[in-house]
C-alpha cells in the first residue's frame, strides 16, 4: 500500500516538473487550439478515471499482482521522470498545448534524435508505471489501454498541426525516426 501511495506522489511530481517548465514559458497550460482534436480535454478525464478508478481494484483481491511488479512500477516512473526532464531541458518548444511559434523549428536534440514524442513516451512509461503499482493486473490493463488511446489520439492531432506547420521537413524528420517507441513504433 505504501508503495501505492507512492505512485501518487510520483506521478504528481511528473505533472510538477511540466507544470513549472510550461509556468515560465506560459500564461495557461491548459490553452488548446483548433488543431488539439479534443485530445486535452480527452486526457484530463483519462488521468482522473485512472487517478479515481485503479485504487477501487485494490479494494479486491482479484487478479492480483506479484511483488515484484511494484518495483517494476516504480522503475518505469523514474525513467519516466527522467526522460520528461530530458525532453524538456533539449526542446525549447515543448508544451503541453499543442502549438507554435513564429520562431519554432523541428528538434532533433536529445531523445528526439530517435523518437518524435518523447514527452509522451514518458507520460505513457509512467502511467504504465503508476498501473503496475496498484498491485492489479486489471488496474494495469484499464489504465495502460485509456493513456495508450489518449496519447495515440493526441499524437496523430500533433503530428497533422506539425505537417501542416513544416511540410515536408516534417515529413522528413518522419521518416527518419520512430513515432513513441524505438524500434517498433
Known amino acids: ?3 501505492f501511495v507512492l505512485s501518487y506522489v510520483l506521478i504528481g511530481i511528473l ?3 511540466e507544470y513549472r517548465y510550461e509556468s515560465s514559458r506560459t500564461t495557461t497550460t491548459l490553452q488548446t487550439s483548433a488543431d488539439d482534436r479534443g485530445t486535452t480535454r ?14 477501487l481494484w485494490i479494494l479486491l ?3 492480483a499482482m506479484p511483488l515484484v511488479f511494484n518495483w517494476i512500477g516504480l522503475s518505469l516512473i523514474l525513467l519516466a521522470i527522467g526522460l520528461l526532464r530530458w525532453t524538456t531541458y533539449v526542446n525549447p518548444f515543448y508544451l503541453r498545448a499543442m502549438a ?8 532533433t536534440d536529445g531523445p528526439y534524435k530517435t523518437i518524435r514524442h518523447p514527452g509522451y513516451l514518458a507520460f505513457l512509461l509512467a502511467w504504465m508505471g503508476f498501473g503496475f503499482m496498484t498491485n492489479n493486473w486489471i488496474s494495469f490493463v484499464m489504465v495502460t489501454v485509456l493513456m495508450l488511446w489518449g496519447y495515440l489520439l493526441r499524437i496523430l492531432a500533433e503530428e497533422q498541426m506539425m505537417l501542416d506547420r513544416f511540410g515536408v521537413d516534417y515529413q522528413q524528420y518522419m521518416n527518419e525516426s520512430y513515432r ?3 524500434f517498433i513504433f
Open 180 to 182: 513513441l517507441m524505438p
Open 100 to 107: 507554435t511559434t513564429d520562431d519554432h523549428f523541428i528538434c
Open 1 to 3: 500500500m505504501l508503495l
Open 42 to 55: 480527452l486526457l484530463l478525464i483519462m488521468w482522473f478515471l485512472a487517478l479515481v478508478i485503479s485504487p
Open 15 to 17: 505533472f510538477y516538473f
Open 61 to 63: 483481491t482479484v487478479a
